[in-house]
């Protein structure tokens, strides 16, 4: 699916079924096998016997090298993805690793097809039946070999396509308020608050394994709202996966970044650390920065001026029984959706 010209998103309808090397091994046998014996009883049983061999090998061929092909082609192309989903790929698996299975996979066609070739040749020019059985023999053991050394890059691939498929269809073309904060603030229990998402909510950090994503309806149009994992307060060299996954969508996707603050000791992360944290989205990341504080049904009232001291932030809500949090999407809506919904049809209109 395209978004603008030349972006895509990944498109989970297409993406292919990964077979294992045993269940391609088993495919191969099983069209390998398929073909009977033809011809006229009074042929010669050897000649009817090359036949079939012959028959085999195009057959059984044909269907491994097809399958190879089908599975790298429906592969997203690197090249062709919106930055969020390529940089995804690169933070979770590496370019290269991605790029030299799909590779690998799709160049195996080829030799599957030259294996073949010269099994028919070898058919065709056995002498005898001896030379034919081990014509056969060798047909069969290469191209077990040739899947067997395919399985590396198979179970990557059925890696990657089982990540893809778990992703949320995030749309990049549409205006999205990316929930950011330490872990453990309470950015699931916000972003199931005021939207369409149900993501999972817990009482112990790193609830949030991967994007959550949400959808606010506002006069007919969807707006996103992504919930991200908790990110630390340390160098992006030195965060894992899970942080840089909310990076990107912080980099690729917001068009508002809501920073979440808790103003208590219960996420286990101090207020220092929450700022510098909020410092560095502020001066990293093109995006405006709200600041929110959550929790506010059980923070003292010194806690709390201690963080508005710092924050000074735009609302103060509860994600417990979701107390503020519309008003706050209101605010952040009329603030920065509306003008960009405006300027966008202005452009509209001049072209």
């Not at 030349?6 to 090397?21: C, F, H, M, N, R």
């Not at 006229?40 to 269907?63: C, D, M, N, W, Y």
Request: with cysteine; hydrophobic share 45%.
């Amino acid at each position: 699916m395209c978004t603008a010209v030349g972006v895509e998103v990944v498109d989970k309808a297409k993406l292919p079924y990964i077979y294992s090397a045993e269940e391609l091994i088993s495919m191969f046998l099983t069209a390998y096998g398929r073909e009977e014996a033809r011809g006229s009883a009074a042929e010669p049983a050897f000649v009817k016997q090359k036949r079939l061999e012959i028959r085999r090998a195009v057959a059984s061929g044909k269907t491994l090298a097809s399958t190879l092909r089908e599975m790298a082609l429906k592969m997203p192309f690197l090249d062709r993805l919106h930055p969020f989903y390529r940089d995804l790929i690169d933070v979770s698996f590496g370019t290269q690793t991605y790029k030299h299975a799909v590779a690998k996979v799709g160049k195996a066609h080829l030799a599957v097809k030259a294996i073949a070739k010269e099994a028919i040749t070898a058919v065709r020019t056995a002498p005898d039946k001896k030379a034919l059985l081990e014509a056969r023999r060798m047909y069969k053991a290469r191209i077990i070999d040739l899947i067997n050394d395919l399985k590396p890059e198979l179970e990557k691939l059925r890696e990657i396509v089982v990540f893809l498929r778990k992703l949320p269809a995030v749309d990049p073309t549409l205006f999205t308020i990316v929930v950011a904060g330490a872990p453990n603030v309470g950015k699931s229990s916000f972003v199931r608050c005021v939207s369409t998402a149900k993501p999972e909510v817990a009482e112990y950090p790193f609830t949030t394994k991967q994007i959550h994503l949400g959808h606010i309806i506002l006069r007919g149009d969807r707006v996103q709202v992504i919930d991200t994992p908790g990110l630390l307060d340390r160098p992006l060299s030195e965060r894992n996966a899970i942080e840089k996954q909310a990076v990107l969508a912080l980099r690729h996707l917001a068009g508002v970044i809501l920073f979440l603050v808790d103003p208590t000791p219960h996420s286990g992360y101090s207020l220092d650390m929450q700022h510098n944290l909020y410092g560095e989205i502020t001066s990293s990341f093109p995006a405006p920065v709200v600041a929110a504080l959550n929790k506010v049904d059980i923070a003292t009232q010194e806690e709390l001026e201690r963080a508005r001291r710092l924050f000074s932030p735009a609302a103060e809500v509860s994600t417990l029984d979701c107390r503020g949090t519309k008003e706050l999407v209101d605010h952040i809506l009329n603030k920065y959706y509306v003008p960009a919904a405006l300027e966008r049809l202005r452009a509209a209109r001049a072209r």
